[in-house]
Structure formats: structure tokens, C-alpha cells
């Protein structure tokens, strides 16, 4: 880890994002599976609707429905259909992380953060610099 120029602070699991056809529909198995306690929010500038399903532990599932046919999700759909998405870190400082991101020549689909769901600042990495896993790094605003 010799590139890493700046200690970031801590990390955690946040979430797993799954791409669905239908958050409604979706929604029978997890409610079937007991699950109780979920949010519900659109976030337009990335053209999804979302519902994250809090677990026990504080980690979630979040199911990513596409809103518009030209959004991300939908895209992803389309070329893999239904199933995991990405997975979500949760970080202290995304800043700091980007920058260190970036000084060791990753490739980001984000350069800077942007608001996401739930009020929290994201960024994307890109699945070329993480063995094939879309990564979101995350931090409350």
C-alpha cells in the first residue's frame, strides 16, 4: 500500500444494491422473509427508484428500480438482467478516499462525490480496478 498517501479513517459495510424489474414485486420475497423496516426514496439524477431494507446488524439490501429507460439501472438490466448491482462501503472520509483512489491510478467512474440516496454523499469505482465488482464508497452529509 505504498500509494496510499493519507490515513482515511474507518470503513464498513453499508449495503448490497440489486438491480429489479420491480421494487413491488421484489418486495414479496423480503417482506416474506420478515422483513419489516423499509425506505423508500427516488433519486432522479440517477434515474431509480429505491427501497432499502434495514437488517439487524445495520447493514441493508437496497433494490434499485429504473424510473427512465436511458437511467443506469436500466442499462444494467437490460445487458444482465435482474440481480446484484453493487456493493456499498461506507466511509469516514470520501474525500480523503478518492484522493488516495486516485493517486494510486484507480479507476473511478466518479471523480468527486455526488448526493445519492439517503442523504449521503457517493462515488463509484469501476469494476476494471476491483477484480469485476462495482464498489460505491458512501458518507453521511
Known amino acids: 500500500m505504498e500509494n496510499v498517501k493519507k490515513t482515511i479513517g474507518s470503513f464498513s459495510f453499508d449495503h448490497v444494491g440489486i438491480a429489479v424489474s420491480s421494487i413491488e414485486e421484489s418486495l414479496v420475497f423480503y417482506k416474506a422473509m420478515g422483513l419489516k423496516n423499509i425506505h423508500f426514496e427516488e433519486v432522479p439524477s440517477e434515474k431509480v427508484k429505491v427501497a432499502m431494507l434495514e437488517l439487524e446488524n445495520s ?11 436511458s437511467g443506469p439501472i436500466q442499462k444494467f438490466l437490460d445487458k444482465k438482467g435482474p440481480g446484484i448491482h453493487h456493493i456499498c462501503l461506507r466511509v469516514g472520509d470520501i474525500h480523503s478516499v478518492i484522493e488516495n483512489l486516485k493517486s494510486a491510478n ?32 458512501s458518507q453521511p452529509q
Open 59 to 69: 447493514s441493508k439490501l437496497e433494490l434499485l428500480e429504473p424510473i427512465d429507460n
Open 106 to 137: 484507480i479507476k473511478l467512474i466518479n471523480d468527486e462525490p455526488k448526493k445519492g440516496a439517503h442523504n449521503m454523499l457517493v462515488a463509484f469505482v469501476h469494476p476494471k480496478s476491483t477484480g469485476g465488482v462495482l464498489l460505491e464508497i
